[in-house]
């Protein structure tokens, strides 16, 4: 087995092109438990948090969104907490944006708005969107930057700050044998999609240590950010683009 020293370089199934939506739609739906299970969405809520402070009125994107199970989540910690949100959320596979949207649950009828109009989904490469009608104030991705190279990822970091008027956050894996082996196990007893099976521990490989990102964040000019560990084997980056916070 590896050292896991550097990261691995292979592709998971999922960046293929043409998977069956029924494979897509068990994948998500997999993955959604995770994140519920394992603080997937418990990190996003914190991120989240973080960066809104005390506003009640927020815009939030999620680039990579998946499934929709972030944004789900988000949208529920804000009905708790009467905050009203509109939401974006952006993916290349067309097929994840279909399960997406019948994946929003209704919405209450005491809201000040649904999801049918604070919801907006959009079937692109993030780097091609252009916010028209102003910036979203947060955008964050969970699991999505590590499908990216260093180089790639420098990039993304540069258009999520300069499209985030508040700031924005990340969510993703920690490279580390104890996270690789727990989930290589937990995914071939439990799983019963062989895109988990194979993407899940392959993640982890391809997951970043806390070093890596402070040299990917210096290459990318960023100074105002705080990275910090979270179970289960998770790193929260929050970059803020006010210098007071």
């Not at 592709?11 to 043409?18: G, T, V």
């Not at 993640?203 to 990102?213: A, D, P, T």
Request: glycine share 6%; proline share 3%.
């Amino acid at each position: 087995m590896m050292g896991y020293k550097n990261r691995s370089l292979k592709k998971e199934i999922l960046d293929q092109k043409n998977i069956p939506f029924e494979d897509i739609v068990l994948n998500m739906k997999e993955l959604e438990f995770i994140n519920s299970h394992l603080g997937g969405h418990s990190i996003t809520i914190s991120g989240f948090k973080k960066l809104l402070k005390n506003k009640k009125q927020v815009s939030v994107c999620e680039i990579g969104c998946g499934g929709g199970d972030n944004l789900n989540a988000i949208d529920k910690f804000c009905k708790r907490n009467h905050i009203i949100c509109s939401f974006t959320g952006i993916d290349i596979n067309k097929e994840c944006i279909a399960f997406a949207k019948e994946n929003m649950e209704p919405s209450e009828p005491t809201l000040v708005s649904s999801p049918a109009t604070n919801i907006k989904f959009i079937v692109s490469d993030y780097k091609e969107i252009n916010f028209t009608n102003g910036k979203p104030d947060i955008i964050f991705s969970s699991l999505f930057c590590h499908h990216f190279s260093e180089n790639d990822l420098i990039k993304m970091l540069h258009w999520m700050k300069k499209k985030s008027a508040i700031g924005f956050f990340i969510n993703d894996l920690h490279r580390h044998p104890i996270a690789y082996f727990f989930i290589k196990i937990a995914t071939r007893i439990f799983s019963k999609s062989y895109l988990v099976k194979n993407d899940a521990p392959l993640s982890v490989l391809r997951g970043f240590k806390k070093n890596e990102w402070k040299t990917i964040l210096e290459k990318a000019g960023i100074k105002n950010y705080s990275i910090k560990w979270k179970w289960a084997f998770r790193y929260l980056i929050i970059v803020s683009n006010q210098q007071n916070q």
